[in-house]
């Protein structure tokens, strides 16, 4: 495995690679891998003959009261596991790199963008998509894989391939769990061992919805509100948005009728946790 | 030569040309193309081995009172010029091809695009950059090339490409003149004979700037006002801006020191016209 830390190097490596025919994979990541990215990394690899792994703490996705500063960095585990998992290349760029000085050119997704994830956290996903694009571009795959965890990102990403015409397919990847159910997620390390608990109940919380959309009297109130009382039951966590929206255009439901997605975020101490369930 | 209508289509030359290890250079136009475009042409078949011309009059960049419905259209004319010019594919998709249905993705360079060309037309350089982004994910050219005419557009393509990451190279080519030294312009066609006559003040404006930046006593000021005086002088143009920038960086010149470029818009009747000089 070879660590790549400038872009125009990247770049080099992706052209000589497509040039042989090599079919190249793509994994975004920001680092602090676990099991979940390496479920990424091995649907890279069914697809691919070259599997790329760039790891890059985004500043633009972060807003300014946010944890760009306490993010975990390790990169050395991280390109252990990376050696470990048959990765060939982790990018790992420098800042300036990928933003180099002079006027940001933004790359913005209208619609979903500002829902959801992004009235959370606003101007998260212009920064999901602007750097998103510049490493499709840096790296030049053929397939590059995404966490379903984070439903909203990925049909945002996929959404900005298919209007720009990007020549890369996007695959999503299902969301790996621990063994209580909770996500695998770099932020789960802020938890402490009571907030860690306390998680359970979000992947409860998605199970009852499940349940409850069984039942033939199931609205999109008794879904919502079946997930919601898990999540409230025992304190220990704090609703951000809990929505059922529609899996393809990621606008929120009014009805039962098509593949739906219940959303979750919760704060957990000062941990803010992501999930979310097909329905 | 071949027509081709749809994107997959076009991307579908693109992967197995760059699959032999041809380069392929891209020529955006709106088509209604001229002597200017076919420079464009020459400039890239220098460089590649099979050259594209898109032709789409872009919906995204004109404002809501500009001269979209009558913009000039004639796909034969402009295919048998580019038969002429040696041209391999004219890639003339239909608008819901580069702009599917749902919500858009837009493209924005910072900075520049808010003034000058930017400030007379609010929303122009996001459909620019925009549609460009798109034609260069299409096409996939190693080249593209783009007019010096269109200086602040070629400025903010640059931009992009770089700050994307696009793995392109942008070259610009010098702007083509008629005899009298008027720009030539797809727009030039609305132009009345009267109106023709009195645009040839631009080029002299322009030449009267040039050898007022020979002065030891020049200053920006008395650069701008000898271009002003020429444009002022007959009453046959209404100046829509007049500016000096730094040719790098497209901010507002305060000195002389360095290269310039001097920018002009001007209303001639009801048409808009541009030029610039470097100085």
């Known amino acids: 495995m070879d660590l790549v830390r400038r872009a125009h190097a990247m770049t080099e490596i992706a052209r000589k690679a497509r040039t042989r025919g090599r079919r190249i994979g793509l994994v975004p990541t920001m680092g602090a891998l676990h099991e979940g990215h390496l479920a990424l990394v091995r649907a890279a690899r069914e697809r691919v003959d070259l599997c790329v792994v760039s790891i890059?703490?985004?500043p633009t996705q972060f807003g300014p009261q946010e944890d760009?500063?306490?993010y975990p960095r390790d990169l050395v585990r991280d390109s252990d596991l990376c050696i470990t998992a048959g990765v060939d290349y982790v990018f790992a760029p420098?800042?300036?790199?990928?933003y180099p000085p002079g006027p940001p050119t933004w790359v913005e997704v209208e619609g979903p963008s500002s829902r959801f994830e992004g009235a959370s956290r606003p101007g998260h996903f212009r920064g999901v998509a602007?750097?998103?694009?510049?490493?499709?571009h840096v790296v030049q795959p053929h397939v590059a894989v995404f966490g379903?965890?984070?439903a909203q990102q990925a049909w945002i990403v996929r959404r900005m391939v298919q209007d720009l015409h990007v020549d890369t397919e996007i695959v999503v990847a299902p969301t790996v769990r621990d063994r209580d159910g909770v996500a695998l997620s770099s932020r789960n390390a802020y938890l402490s061992s009571q907030e860690?608990?306390?998680?359970?109940?979000?992947p409860r919380a998605l199970e009852a919805a499940r349940a409850a959309r069984e039942?033939?009297?199931a609205t999109v109130d008794s879904v919502v509100q079946a997930a919601c009382s898990v999540l409230e039951a025992?304190?220990?966590l704090r609703i951000d948005y809990l929505e059922l929206v529609e899996a393809e255009s990621f606008e929120r439901a009014t009805t039962l009728d098509g593949e739906r997605l219940l959303l979750v975020a919760v704060f957990c101490g000062r941990t803010r946790l992501l999930d979310n369930q097909a329905l």
């Open 196 to 202: 860690r608990a306390a998680a359970g109940a979000i």
């Open 148 to 150: 379903r965890k984070d």
């Open 56 to 58: 890059f703490v985004n």
């Open 234 to 236: 025992d304190g220990g």
């Open 68 to 70: 760009l500063a306490q």
């Open 215 to 217: 039942s033939s009297a």
């Open 130 to 136: 602007t750097v998103v694009l510049k490493l499709l």
């Open 94 to 98: 420098p800042a300036e790199d990928l």
